[in-house]
């Protein structure tokens, strides 16, 4: 049985968020993503593994903390969905009735996205796929007991204004977890130049752990509990290095951080 697609506003090919729809609705990204290689049957896996490989721990992590499992039920969002391993995972809780992957392209969410969901054993009967811009999203107001915007804010070329559209959606006192690898500020500008230099293509924005907060702060949408979320292993003495800096409170200044989970408390 086919997943059925809520169909939104898409970008107008001068607009910004333009390329960024093209790169995945055209198929470049999959033809992009077979090149990395790999073992694994899956390709987008090989570039989750090589490219993002904090994702799956990431969320096991969030799964495993009860006090943040259970802000976790009913009826939640996975904006920036992409592969959809995240909206799979949250599938198979059994406290979730109903998944919402939300991304540009509905082409790569029911191809793509379709098959990675099969992949990973979701359970296809709880999602309901929304192609649509992430600053007009198609959904009722105050539907959602929880969003997720994972890896996924620094994609927006207006994040205060799309934090804004996700907290309308989602229910007084719902949670909004955000995850984010920022930026070291001694680094932020060759970092900038870099996510520059696959503008042509992408939308990628280089944000410090400062800036990130700034941006939550200034989208007023409700209070913001900022965790830590470190969940790759490293050899002796990088790892002896990074705790004694972190130890210093100077990590995120002179060393590229880890991720960050961003926990917001929707205000009533």
């Not at 904006?79 to 995972?89: D, F, Q």
């Amino acid at each position: 049985m086919a997943i059925p697609v809520i169909r939104g506003r898409i970008p107008e090919q001068w607009e910004g968020e333009y390329k960024e729809f093209h790169q995945y609705n055209s198929g470049k990204a999959d033809a992009d993503a077979k090149i990395v290689g790999g073992t694994a049957e899956e390709p987008w896996l090989e570039v989750i593994k090589a490219y993002e490989p904090a994702a799956f721990p990431a969320v096991a992590r969030l799964f495993a903390d009860q006090t943040l499992r259970s802000k976790i039920k009913g009826t939640v969002m996975d904006v920036g969905a992409g592969t959809c391993i995240l909206s799979a995972k949250l599938s198979q809780l059994p406290e979730v009735d109903t998944v919402y992957p939300i991304d540009l392209s509905e082409n790569f969410l029911t191809t793509t996205g379709a098959r990675i969901l099969t992949h990973l054993g979701a359970d296809t009967s709880k999602i309901t796929f929304v192609a649509s811009d992430f600053n007009a999203i198609p959904l009722p107001t105050a539907s959602v007991d929880a969003a997720f915007i994972f890896a996924a804010i620094h994609h927006s070329l207006s994040p205060i204004k799309t934090l804004q559209e996700v907290a309308r959606i989602v229910k007084p006192d719902g949670t909004i977890f955000i995850l984010e690898n920022p930026k070291s500020v001694i680094g932020i500008r060759a970092a900038r130049r870099a996510c520059f230099a696959l503008s042509a293509e992408n939308t990628e924005i280089a944000y410090t752990l400062g800036e990130l907060e700034y941006v939550i702060l200034n989208a007023n949408i409700g209070t913001c509990d900022v965790r830590l979320w470190d969940v790759l292993s490293r050899p002796g003495p990088r790892r002896w290095i990074r705790t004694l800096v972190r130890a210093i409170g100077l990590e995120h200044v002179i060393l590229n951080p880890p991720n960050y989970l961003f926990i917001i408390t929707r205000r009533p």
